[in-house]
């Protein structure tokens, strides 16, 4: 069974840093792009950052350029998303995502066909 589950949500004061986890399990995690997502309330769920599988290409929103990192560990089937220098604005529900085997990093999130649960980040003072 195709899971992904984040983890490392909380609250955060303005400044501050978290370091989000997506870990997979019932696929082969290095054969797949991941993408990180998020939704405010009220909001449409919006891309926040990819990572492609080969290369290890990456792509970011850019409202999150030069504050946030995404990065992967293929042996232990995980993803991560390093947030620095958090602002209220940020303040969602993250999600991390997979499209289809060997495709690449996709923009709209109707592409990616696999997604976590979710983890709730409050950017607050």
């Known amino acids: 069974q195709v899971q992904l589950v984040e983890s490392g949500g909380g609250l955060v004061q303005p400044g501050g840093s978290l370091r989000l986890s997506c870990a997979a399990s019932?696929?082969?995690?290095?054969?797949?792009?991941i993408g990180w997502f998020r939704q405010a309330p009220g909001k449409e769920r919006e891309g926040v950052s990819c990572?492609?599988?080969?290369?290890?290409?990456?792509y970011y929103a850019d409202s999150v350029k030069g504050r946030f990192t995404i990065s992967r560990d293929n042996a232990k089937s995980t993803g991560y998303l390093e947030m620095n220098s958090l602002k209220p604005e940020d303040t969602a529900v993250y999600y991390c995502?997979?499209?289809?085997?060997?495709?690449?990093?996709?923009?709209?999130?109707?592409?990616?066909?696999?997604w976590g649960q979710g983890t709730q980040v409050t950017v607050s003072s």
């Open positions: 995502a997979a499209p289809d085997a060997f495709s690449p990093c996709q923009r709209n999130p109707r592409e990616y066909g696999n």
């Open positions: 019932g696929f082969t995690l290095e054969h797949y792009a």
């Open positions: 990572i492609s599988t080969s290369y290890g290409i990456t």
